[in-house]
T-cell receptor
Framework: GENVEQHPSTLSVQEGDSAVIKCTYS??????FPWYKQELGKRPQLIID?????GEKKDQRIAVTLNKTAKHFSLHITETQPEDSAVYFC????????????FGSGTQLTVLP | DGGITQSPKYLFRKEGQNVTLSCEQN?????MYWYRQDPGQGLRLIYY???????QKGDIAEGYSVSREKKESFPLTVTSAQKNPTAFYLC????????????FGPGTRLTVL
């Protein structure tokens, strides 16, 4: 099965700085890589995703990059704001695998004012 | 907070008791999932169902049971066989092909007294 590793587990940045969270996956058959944001006590919500046939995707201050050869993908948040503080999870889905997602262990991002 | 609902939000159980967590969706999604979330461990898959009257074990199914008698409902029973049931439980659903978003419910926090 798929295995997803996520680093770092905690990340503190100053407001306005950039934050980068990295994930690696094990199964080369994975073709879909979403990122979720979870605020304390709330449900995870999708913030951006990328398919395996795309190398980079951007949505305002958020971008995701994918390196299929190295089997890693990263979340980039620019111009961080206090409301970006949350836990972020990466995930991977193997093509045709009952649409299951395998999640990373999460990164607690804290944006310091 | 429409789409997927979970009840109750908080649940307290005495040791040795079974308890059932409710999950309902009105998104007409075929596939539904149950995850367990513990601090610092991300989301782990308990059970999933792709169609009515069919379900499969996930990575940590021991001590849990599910049913899928209706497309919109996927209840999870935490049995007395589950040794450490205190956790945050999340239900999710998705539809269609490889790239569709997985939507989460608001979660149920179960505490064993």
């Amino acid at each position: 099965g798929e295995n997803v590793e996520q680093h770092p587990s905690t990340l503190s940045v100053q407001e306005g700085d950039s934050a980068v969270i990295k994930c690696t996956y094990s199964d080369s058959a994975s073709n879909y890589f979403p990122w979720y944001k979870q605020e304390l006590g709330k449900r995870p919500q999708l913030i951006i995703d990328i398919r395996s046939n795309v190398g980079e995707k951007k949505d305002q201050r958020i971008a995701v990059t994918l390196n299929k050869t190295a089997k890693h993908f990263s979340l980039h948040i620019t111009e961080t704001q206090p409301e970006d503080s949350a836990v972020y999870f990466c995930a991977a889905r193997i093509s045709g695998s009952a649409r299951q997602l395998t999640f990373g262990s999460g990164t607690q991002l804290t944006v310091l004012p | 907070d429409g789409g997927i609902t979970q009840s109750p939000k908080y649940l307290f159980r005495k040791e040795g008791q079974n308890v059932t967590l409710s999950c309902e969706q009105n998104l007409n999604h075929d596939a539904m999932y149950w995850y367990r979330q513990d601090p610092g461990q991300g989301l782990r898959l308990i059970y999933y169902s792709q169609i009515v009257n069919d379900f499969q074990k996930g990575d940590i199914a021991e001590g849990y049971s599910v049913s899928r008698e209706k497309k919109e409902s996927f209840p999870l029973t935490v049995t007395s066989a589950q040794k450490n049931p205190t956790a945050f439980y999340l239900c999710a659903s998705t539809n269609g092909g490889d790239y569709n978003e997985q939507f989460f419910g608001p979660g149920t926090r179960l505490t064993v007294l």
